[in-house]
């Protein structure tokens, strides 16, 4: 949308306003937002861009990342501005970089949601033995031994089962 002012720019300051009952709508650049005092001096726009850059932003911390993609050349500097991935060898090349920055907008980085299809059952199932070993692993480190036994027992019982269907 251009600005209503100047008609060249374009607009990212909206201002509505209420006159005899009627709403009115005023898009102006910031030049011209400046202009005609609706903004100070020391007055910023809001800029979505760069709060979602910060928000999606990789901590200084966070491990050294591959720059580029070997397959696609896509950055991981774009990648992080856009959120868009070039191609599916993205994924595994920045990895860890996609995982911070995701466990940053959601509370998860994995999926609880439905899955369809036969590799939504594979999914299922790996997440399902995943599970059980990471509750073993916490019933031995807690020290719950007999706990612990059952779980290996359904580990062993699941895999034995996988086996079977794979075999």
Same mark, same amino acid.
Do not use: W
């Given at each position: 949308?251009?600005?209503?002012?100047?008609?060249i720019?374009?607009?990212?300051?909206?201002y509505?306003?209420?006159?005899?009952?009627?709403y009115?709508?005023?898009? $102006?650049?910031?030049?011209?937002?400046? *202009?005609?005092?609706?903004?100070?001096?020391?007055?910023?726009?809001?800029? #979505?861009?760069?709060?979602?850059?910060? #928000?999606?932003?990789?901590? *200084?911390?966070?491990?050294?990342?591959?720059?580029?993609?070997?397959?696609?050349?896509?950055?991981?500097?774009?990648?992080?501005?856009?959120?868009?991935?070039?191609?599916?060898?993205?994924?595994?090349?920045?990895?860890d970089?996609?995982?911070?920055?995701?466990?940053?907008?959601?509370?998860?980085?994995?999926?609880?949601?439905?899955?369809?299809?036969?590799?939504?059952? *594979?999914?299922?199932? &790996?997440?399902?033995?995943?599970?059980?070993?990471?509750? $073993?692993k916490?019933?031995?480190? &807690?020290?719950?031994?007999?706990?612990?036994a059952?779980?290996?027992?359904?580990?062993? &019982?699941? &895999?034995?089962?996988?086996?079977?269907?794979?075999?």
């Open positions: 949308m251009l600005c209503s002012n100047c008609g720019k374009n607009a990212n300051f909206h509505k306003y209420l006159t005899g009952g009627k009115s709508e005023l898009h $102006l650049c910031g030049e011209c937002a400046h *202009k005609l005092g609706y903004i100070k001096d020391n007055d910023k726009l809001f800029n #979505f861009t760069s709060i979602l850059g910060d #928000f999606l932003s990789v901590p *200084k911390s966070a491990p050294s990342v591959a720059t580029k993609c070997p397959v696609c050349s896509t950055s991981f500097d774009t990648v992080r501005r856009t959120g868009f991935l070039g191609c599916d060898k993205c994924y595994e090349v920045f990895a970089s996609i995982e911070t920055m995701l466990s940053k907008i959601q509370p998860s980085t994995v999926h609880k949601g439905k899955l369809s299809g036969a590799d939504g059952k *594979k999914i299922e199932r &790996e997440n399902t033995l995943k599970n059980l070993k990471e509750e $073993l916490r019933a031995v480190i &807690e020290e719950k031994y007999e706990q612990a059952v779980l290996r027992d359904k580990i062993k &019982e699941f &895999e034995q089962k996988e086996d079977e269907q794979n075999g």
